[in-house]
């Protein structure tokens, strides 16, 4: 607006009172400037007018602009917009963070899990009431509607060891997981269900795994009520239990490797229990022998208590 007043205040001089381009402008600047330099030429009466012109929409347009300021800072909007920077800047230096697509009551124990293991989460979500719930929390906060691309460059995507979609509608949890697989194709990607039906679909957009809350809830009352004494070890939540589930990826410099399961004997150097192993052969879960050889590459299975795990994993 500012612009098309200087062009047009400029060239009206230029053709209403026969100045320079220059003069034009300058007097312009001046009127708008209100510094009271005075005419740069004597006006005729359509030079006047134009001057008038010139002033009624200057002030107009400061008006606007002091109003929108104001707006801005009654709104709180000024302090949203250097917290989104702050916020920002500190999602750009995170590497191997988890991306979380909604802050309902699954994302809830979502991000609270990931963050009791010292992952880095960052949430995606739309409702601006739960901000403060979210960044009260010690979570990465991005405003914004999960299914646009714009918002999953900025939660840094391409860095991201993993993504969540918890929403709790479907078609939305599908297409974020489409459009995750799509700009990161080596994310791992864990998606809600709500519906038996989805499942497939949300496999073939790219979820690694698809989870359904309230069959898993549905099992664990179950279980409860005919098994409580595996219900409660397979659900404990507790650090400090006395014996914990872990599992462990062997790498390449690991002792364990090319040793059998009797000769690494870590039930008693270290005092846990391998429950079974998952390698490139037998991608299920299988049962353990004393034969059996670790090979790099293989994931663990390991029952201990919370220290042995963490001595366990120094060997990884």
């Known amino acids: 607006m500012l612009l098309f007043i200087f062009v047009l205040g400029s060239l009206g001089y230029m053709y209403i009172e026969g100045w320079s381009l220059f003069d034009g402008f300058y007097m312009v600047l001046i009127t708008l400037s209100t510094i009271g330099f005075g005419e740069v030429y004597p006006l005729d009466h359509a030079g006047k007018l134009l001057t008038a012109g010139v002033i009624i929409s200057g002030v107009v347009y400061f008006a606007l602009l002091i109003g929108y300021f104001v707006q801005l800072a009654s709104e709180g909007r000024v302090f949203q917009m250097m917290r989104r920077r702050r916020v920002d800047k500190a999602i750009a230096a995170l590497s191997g963070h988890c991306v979380l697509c909604g802050y ?12 009791a293991d010292g992952v880095d989460v960052v ?18 906060l991005v405003l914004g509607d999960a299914t646009s691309d714009n918002v999953m460059m900025r939660v840094g995507l391409s860095r991201a060891k993993a993504l969540v979609a918890s929403m709790s509608n479907d078609p939305a949890n599908v297409y974020v997981v489409l459009s995750a697989r799509a700009m990161n194709p080596d994310l791992y990607i864990v998606s809600r269900a709500s519906d038996n039906r989805h499942i497939s679909k949300l496999k073939t957009a790219g979820a690694n795994r698809v989870i359904l809350p309230h069959m898993i809830g549905g099992q664990s009352i179950a279980q409860a009520i005919q098994r409580p004494l595996v219900e409660s070890f397979m659900h404990r939540s507790n650090a400090n239990d006395e014996v914990l589930l872990d599992e462990f990826v062997v790498s390449d410099t690991s002792p364990l490797v090319g040793k059998s399961l009797a000769e690494a004997a870590l039930t008693k150097s270290h005092d846990v229990i391998i429950l079974a192993i998952k390698n490139q052969e037998n991608p299920i879960l299988q049962k353990t022998r004393a034969d059996t050889v670790v090979q790099a590459g293989d994931v663990l299975l390991v029952a201990g208590s919370k220290a042995h795990l963490q001595g366990l994993n120094e060997m990884m």
Request: hydrophobic share 45%; no cysteine; charged share 35%.
């Open 104 to 115: 309902g009551l699954v994302g809830r124990v979502v991000a609270a899990e990931l963050a």
């Open 123 to 140: 949430v995606v979500e739309t409702d601006d009431k739960k901000a403060e719930e979210i960044e009260s929390a010690g979570y990465f």
